[in-house]
T-cell receptor, first 112, second 113 residues
Framework: EDKVVQSPLSLVVHEGDTVTLNCSYE??????LLWYKQEKKAPTFLFML????IEKKSGRLSSILDKKELFSILNITATQTGDSAVYLC????????????FGTGTRLKVLA | DTGVSQDPRHKITKRGQNVTFRCDPI?????LYWYRQTLGQGPEFLTY????????KSRLLSDRFSAERPKGSFSTLEIQRTEQGDSAMYLC???????????FGPGTRLTVL
């Protein structure tokens, strides 16, 4: 059965710290992995990683994909209180039709 | 603003009533997804449309749930005879065929009393 597992479930850090969020997956015919940030509303897109793009960076956020070991990490450096959110990982594969499988998310709280 | 809109944003209903939600995807997106999200969980897939065709429906989805996308543009999700366990955030997302990135709407928060 397809599944996505994120760890840790929650994390509390202080401003300026660096955090690493993990996402492991088992999906039939993997196509891509997506990271989303969710505050008190709908998820907003951060990155998409595919076989042809296994590393992405945007400002203080970066992500890599290890297709061999079936995991991805999301790094946030110099964290700010505005980074406090739930970070969701979703995997997109082909198993009959096209479906995104989401993990439960990592809840990050950044203290001032 | 992602371009996906949902209506209403909040709905409070009594158990046993029917409710209907609407989603308007980004105009050039032919794929549309419905998800349900409860507290502390990631979005759970409900159903998927490609144009007007409903190509997949979650096996976990009760027969009380039905979705339509009659003209391949907006979609509706109806829940009949609501139960307290239906209380959740219902999210709609859309994407363009051939692209894996999907964009979410603001969601409809349903509370069943």
């Amino acid at each position: 059965e397809d599944k996505v597992v994120q760890s840790p479930l929650s994390l509390v850090v202080h401003e300026g710290d660096t955090v690493t969020l993990n996402c492991s997956y088992e999906v039939t015919n993997f196509r891509s992995l997506l990271w989303y940030k969710q505050e008190k509303k709908a998820p907003t897109f951060l990155f998409m990683l595919t076989s042809s793009g296994i590393e992405k960076k945007s400002g203080r956020l970066s992500s890599i994909l290890d297709k061999k070991e079936l995991f991805s990490i999301l790094n946030i450096t110099a964290t700010q209180t505005g980074d406090s959110a739930v970070y969701l990982c979703a995997v997109y594969g082909i198993s009959g039709t096209y479906k995104y499988i989401f993990g439960t998310g990592t809840r990050l709280k950044v203290l001032a | 603003d992602t371009g996906v809109s949902q209506d209403p944003r909040h709905k409070i209903t009594k158990r046993g009533q029917n409710v209907t939600f609407r989603c308007d995807p980004i105009s050039e997106h032919n794929r549309l997804y419905w998800y349900r999200q409860t507290l502390g969980q990631g979005p759970e897939f409900l159903t998927y449309f490609q144009n007007e065709a409903q190509l997949e429906k979650s096996r976990l989805l009760s027969d009380r749930f039905s979705a339509e996308r009659p003209k391949g543009s907006f979609s509706t999700l109806e829940i009949q005879r609501t139960e307290q366990g239906d209380s959740a955030m219902y999210l709609c997302a859309s994407s363009r065929q051939g692209e894996n990135e999907q964009f979410f709407g603001p969601g409809t928060r349903l509370t069943v009393l």
